[in-house]
């Protein structure tokens, strides 16, 4: 059964930083591209980045260039995902998913959804 747990989220102050985790069991991550998606109260889960299996890196949105960044780790069967200056627009539930390339932005086209992590950007 393929799982993917999120972590690494949490409330931090407007400017601050967080790094985010998906670890997944019941499949090797080397061959799969990973994908990372946000949801705020009241809209849809929009695609935030996606790495390849070959480690090309997609930004869904432009202004999340430069702030966020994605990695993978395929020995520890984990993806990351580095956020800094933080802004409270940011605030949502993280989540990761995978997918055969980073081809789509459209969370239809990921699986084995987490469970998310919750991101808060407050003062």
């Known amino acids: 059964q393929v799982q993917f747990v999120e972590s690494g989220g949490g409330l931090v102050q407007p400017g601050g930083s967080l790094r985010l985790s998906c670890a997944a069991s019941?499949?090797?991550?080397?061959?799969?591209?990973i994908g990372w998606f946000r949801q705020a109260p009241g809209n849809e889960r929009e695609g935030v980045s996606c790495i390849s299996s070959s480690d090309e890196i997609t930004y869904f949105v432009d202004s999340m260039k430069g702030r966020f960044t994605i990695s993978r780790d395929n020995a520890k069967n984990t993806a990351y995902l580095q956020m800094n200056s933080l802004k409270p627009e940011d605030t949502a539930v993280y989540y990761c998913?995978?997918?055969?390339?980073?081809?789509?932005?459209?969370?239809?086209?990921?699986?084995?959804w987490g469970q998310g992590t919750q991101v808060t950007v407050s003062s």
């Open positions: 019941g499949l090797t991550l080397d061959y799969y591209a």
């Open positions: 998913a995978t997918d055969i390339s980073c081809s789509s932005r459209f969370p239809s086209a990921f699986a084995s």
